[in-house]
């Protein structure tokens, strides 16, 4: 144990030093690249440091512990669906109104077993409690309650896998926490990094994977005179098989991803080099990370829909979810501490977080016209305005790790909250469209 603390406080120095690396660049793009820097420079952190394995040694070793009965405090009774007509009513365009039930939590740190240490907010000392009793509301329409009997229903049989980076896993995590009231999940499967995690509900014969890709795309990460930069190669057409390998047994995909292409990555086609993003390089073009995150899922829709095996998928791409940092970038103090949600006028939209989204749905449309032929299904799943609402939703200073205090997870969110609405749209996303 003493000798895994050493190894992570190590680890921790490190990440640090690139940063401060990074800040060191000295060419004269840099400047004007400053506050985006400081923000890759986090994702970098965080996204990287929260899948560390050796940081794991640092948390409540429970948390992997998933065979651990399942306490009754379970307060949810499931409800009777009122199934009314809400084809037409825009699920992602609403506000948060809270929740008046008295008992309006879907699961506690109690009764989830499987709530990883850094989302476990409470654990880690938060004090208010509001954040968990807001529900997402449609203008037109109303979600039901997440009702674990009906989406296990709906997938039995089936296997559901969410791809992405570490927001796909807090998704997932979610998610376990969510089904584990109607049935304790078995943790089958585990890779040496903790990148790829298989569950199964033996009940419903129900499988559930998480397969971590920052990039979708094939990337290895840049080494100068020996030490890793924490940019990337990116070649944007082709596919990390690490992923593409399982998509054949896949019933549903999830996919995400955003942040880690904000970073100073270089963008290669045919093994070209053909720019870079935030590299402040003469004689290489800056294209964006737009420009990367549209290829990327390009790449990622292309292969699906020229995969044989892959026919009759369903894929859901769910929507970029910013960073929240106030009061300066993760690195200068910047914190979230917010104890309530923003009102709808108070969110700002048209930001680069909007400019993402944009290129997401954008290739949502496309692909879906292309996969109709073959069968495939494409929806998207717009969480980027309501979670814009939702700055009181991060774990911020509350994230457990002990070797970085003072510093704040803006972007993940605590469980249980305001994430789990992710999944409230997955079932109404399910419900409406493929169950039949
Ligand atoms: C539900 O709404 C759609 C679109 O408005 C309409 O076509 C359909 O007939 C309605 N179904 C029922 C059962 O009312
Ligand atoms: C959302 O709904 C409001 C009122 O129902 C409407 O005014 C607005 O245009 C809608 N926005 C979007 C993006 O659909
Ligand atoms: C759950 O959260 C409470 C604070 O609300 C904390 O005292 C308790 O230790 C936590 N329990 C677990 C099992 O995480
Ligand atoms: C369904 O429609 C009825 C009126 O037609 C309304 O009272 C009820 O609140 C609606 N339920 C939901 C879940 O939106
Ligand atoms: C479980 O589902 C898989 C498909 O995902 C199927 O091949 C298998 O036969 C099922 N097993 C049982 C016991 O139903
Ligand atoms: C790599 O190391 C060599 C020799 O120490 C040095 O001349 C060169 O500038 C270094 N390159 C970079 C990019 O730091
Ligand atoms: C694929 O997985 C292997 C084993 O975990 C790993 O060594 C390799 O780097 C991965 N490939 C990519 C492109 O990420
Ligand atoms: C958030 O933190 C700032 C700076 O520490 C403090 O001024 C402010 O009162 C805090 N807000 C809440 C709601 O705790």
């Given amino acids: 144990m003493e000798l895994c603390s050493v190894q992570t406080r190590k680890n921790v120095h490190n990440y640090l030093f690139k940063g401060e690396k990074f800040l060191n660049l000295g060419n004269p793009g840099f400047l004007l690249f400053y506050s985006l820097f400081l923000t890759m420079i986090f994702t ?18 429970k948390e992997d512990d998933a065979a651990r009965p399942r306490n009754s405090l379970y307060m949810i009774q499931p409800q009777l669906l ?6 037409d009513c825009d699920l992602f365009n609403g506000s948060w109104v809270r929740n008046q039930q ?58 559901m896998a969410f791809i992405g980076d570490s927001l796909a896993r807090n998704h997932m995590e979610s998610l376990l926490c969510l089904l584990s009231s109607e049935e304790t999940p078995m943790d089958i499967y585990k890779d040496a990094e903790d990148k790829f995690r298989t569950w199964i509900f033996p009940r419903y014969n129900f499988t559930l994977m998480v397969l971590r890709t920052e990039f979708l795309v094939f990337a290895t990460e840049r080494v100068i005179n020996g030490s890793f930069t924490g940019g990337f190669d990116l070649h944007l057409d082709k596919l990390n098989g ?22 100073p990555n270089y963008l290669y086609e045919n093994d070209n080099l053909i720019g870079c993003i935030y590299c402040g390089e003469a004689g290489v073009q800056h294209l964006g990370p737009g420009y990367a995150i549209r290829r990327a899922f390009q790449a990622a829709f292309k292969y699906i829909n020229e995969c044989e095996e892959c026919s009759g998928i369903v894929v859901l791409l769910r929507t970029f979810s910013a960073g929240q940092f106030e009061n300066g970038a993760w690195n200068e103090g910047g914190f979230c501490n917010r104890t309530r949600p923003f009102a709808r006028e108070e969110v700002k939209i048209g930001d680069q977080d909007w400019e993402f989204r944009n290129i997401q749905t954008e290739e949502v449309e496309r692909a ?42 803006c972007i993940h969110w605590c469980l249980p909250g305001p994430i789990d609405t992710w999944n409230e749209f997955l079932l109404e996303i399910i419900r409406r469209k493929f169950s039949t």
């Avoid at 970098?44 to 070793?61: D, G």
Wanted: aromatic share 16%; hydrophobic share 35%.
């Fill in 368 to 409: 879906r016209k292309d996969g109709k032929k073959i069968g495939n299904n494409f929806e998207i799943m717009d969480v980027t305005r309501a979670m814009l609402m939702r700055a009181d939703g991060h774990p911020g200073a509350y994230w457990g790790n002990k070797w970085m205090k003072g510093f704040s997870d």
């Fill in 242 to 263: 690490n992923w593409t390998q399982h998509l054949p047994n896949i019933d549903y995909v999830i996919f995400s991803d955003g942040h880690w292409f904000l970073r």
């Fill in 82 to 87: 009122i199934d009314n007509n809400t084809s």
């Fill in 102 to 159: 008295k008992s309006s939590l879907y699961y506690t740190n109690f009764s989830c077993p499987t709530i990883p240490h850094s989302k476990n907010c409470l654990l880690n000392g938060r004090q208010d409690e509001e954040f968990m009793h807001w529900k997402w509301k449609p203008d037109k329409c109303t979600i039901p309650i997440f009702n674990p009997k009906t989406f296990l229903a709906f997938v039995k049989g089936k296997t």
């Fill in 44 to 61: 970098f952190y965080m996204l990287h440091f929260s899948i560390s394995p050796i940081v794991n040694f640092t948390t409540n070793s």
